[in-house]
């Protein structure tokens, strides 16, 4: 059987959903497995990175709202807002995936780079959340 294909991103109320790590949601093309076990082939113009809550659209108009999975990740705080520039540039230097937050980052779970970070005065913390890391400003999300 021929799977259904995804051709755009919208928002909508779903008619699915499928769960996918921050980085299997940057895409253009992919065969990807439904909880139900059925497949569908997300065939996008170009590669887009997809939000938690987007939606991807069949061609015949139904929706599979996209999860962000939970990842195993670091959190970084810091002493205040300079300091955590300061950790912010550390980690851009090692052109590393984060997610930036007004007292906070988070890093993919890497034991060097938070013993780094905690030498440089960070208090790190392993967690599992979902994971929204910035995208260079050479990559666009295009909906």
Request: aromatic content about 2%; some cysteine; proline content about 6%.
């Amino acid at each position: 059987m021929t799977p259904l294909r995804a051709t755009s991103v919208t928002t909508g109320t779903p008619w699915n959903h499928v769960t996918l790590d921050a980085e299997s949601r940057h895409i253009r093309r992919k065969l990807l497995t439904l909880p139900d076990g059925s497949e569908i082939l997300v065939d996008l113009e170009k590669p887009t990175h997809l939000r938690h809550g987007d939606c991807l659209q069949l061609e015949d108009g139904r929706l599979i709202e996209v999860i962000a999975a939970t990842e195993d990740l670091t959190e970084i705080r810091a002493r205040d807002a300079a300091h955590l520039l300061q950790l912010a540039w550390h980690i851009g230097n090692r052109h590393l995936a984060a997610q930036i937050e007004p007292t906070r980052i988070l890093i993919q779970r890497d034991p060097v780079i938070a013993h780094m970070l905690q030498h440089q005065g960070a208090k790190t913390t392993d967690v599992r959340e979902p994971f929204t890391p910035e995208h260079g400003a050479y990559h666009d999300h295009a909906h």
